[in-house]
């Protein structure tokens, strides 16, 4: 029997994060925004984040037991006061390309190193290590002179061999991107997520923007479920949740502005 699947595919937990208070509101977001549907949650750390192989080897965190399953790249984490309360986490990496463009591998243990490998060769690892590729868009990054390379990557890759990743950080009054309805166009699909950034606060976005879809899962085997389904072009991805509005997108972008400046 198919099930209703839930996704915040773009999860970063940093080293300062209340794990507690970020696990609380990944269930009470998604639950929230898709009601009696599995929630996941897919990492995408970057390279100087260990979340994953952190949480995976504890029993549990606060009040949350952190459960095994048959797979190296998935937890599930129950609430121990309700076990009706849980989620899946998945291990995954925000890889940083040659041309200063996000590649996510979800759903995955692998790692890359940032800024040595192009987009293309990228997403072929990524693939070649059994995860799933997303190209990430953020404010800036797709346009001058990237914009030919992400227009190149629609143009050349397979639309079963990437995701395009869509996030809170595009304000709720910026409308779909021309490049993003282009590669929606030619049968790509866009995956939602929340896009933490390493400030106090930003734990509460965690599941309160997604994707939703339908299919086989197998509760041993999440990681492997998904990625299947995700890979399936017959599996319609549908966007839920809310990105930022203009005011909370200002000082989030103005807050990482300055972190880089």
Request: proline share 5%.
């Amino acid at each position: 029997m198919d099930k209703k699947i839930v996704i915040d595919g773009h999860v970063h937990l940093y080293p300062d994060f209340n794990l507690e208070l970020c696990f609380d509101t990944a269930f009470k977001n998604l639950s929230r925004i898709a009601k009696d549907h599995i929630p996941v949650c897919l990492l995408t750390e970057r390279f100087d984040c260990h979340a994953f192989e952190e949480i995976q080897s504890q029993e549990n965190i606060g009040k949350y037991n952190i459960v095994q399953t048959d797979e190296g790249s998935s937890v599930k984490i129950i609430d121990t006061l309700d076990e009706q309360k849980y989620f899946y986490l998945m291990a995954g990496r925000q890889i940083v390309v040659k041309e200063n463009l996000e590649i996510c591998a979800l759903a995955s243990t692998m790692n890359l190193e940032d800024r040595k490998y192009n987009i293309n060769d990228t997403i072929q690892a990524v693939c070649d290590n059994k995860g799933i590729p997303a190209l990430n868009w953020a404010p800036g990054k797709w346009m001058f002179a990237r914009k030919k390379v992400v227009q190149n990557v629609i143009n050349t890759v397979k639309p079963d061999s990437l995701l395009i990743s869509d996030t809170t950080m595009r304000p709720s009054v910026w409308p779909t991107p021309i490049l993003m309805r282009e590669a929606m166009k030619k049968g790509f699909k866009v995956i939602a997520g929340t896009d933490p950034l390493p400030f106090d606060g930003e734990e509460k976005l965690v599941g309160s923007y997604a994707a939703t879809l339908n299919g086989p899962f197998d509760e041993n085997k999440p990681a492997a479920s998904i990625k299947a389904l995700l890979k399936d072009p017959a599996v319609q991805l549908t966007r839920v949740g809310r990105r930022s509005c203009p005011g909370q997108f200002a000082k989030r972008q103005y807050k990482i502005m300055s972190l880089k400046s």
